[in-house]
Nanobody, 119 residues
Framework: QVQLVESGGGLVQAGGSLRLSCVAS????????FSWYQQAPGKQRARVAT???????NYADSVKGRFTISRDNTKNTVYLQMNSLKPEDTAVYYC?????????????WGQGTQVTVSS
């Protein structure tokens, strides 16, 4: 089992920055991939950024050049640095971890943290 706890959300003006954190506990050694997702009101949850075990990163087009995902394996923590925030970035942000199992993979989700960007 893996438990994920996000923090760092809040209210910020357009153009500002926030850093989200996701602390993992439990069977963290087998985690393959961490991702951040966003879910705006009335919209489906959408992937924002991903980081693999070897540090490879991938971003949604909407956040490229503005958001940076990173991980600190010594602290079992994944970060999402968000710069140049826009009102359309307003959403609940969720952390997801993917672990392998005998057949396929297992997804674990955090409870989410609210990010609100005012214009």
């Amino acid at each position: 089992q893996v438990q994920l706890v996000e923090s760092g959300g809040g209210l910020v003006q357009a153009g500002g920055s926030l850093r989200l954190s996701c602390v993992a506990s439990g069977s963290t050694g087998s985690i393959l991939v961490f991702s951040w997702y966003q879910q705006a009101p009335g919209k489906q949850r959408a992937r924002v950024a991903t980081i693999t075990n070897d540090g490879t990163t991938n971003y949604a087009d909407s956040v490229k050049g503005r958001f940076t995902i990173s991980r600190d394996n010594t602290k079992n923590t994944v970060y999402l640095q968000m710069n140049s925030l826009k009102p359309e970035d307003t959403a609940v942000y969720y952390c997801k971890a993917v672990r392998p199992r005998l057949t396929g993979t297992l997804d674990y989700w955090g409870q989410g943290t609210q990010v609100t960007v005012s214009s």
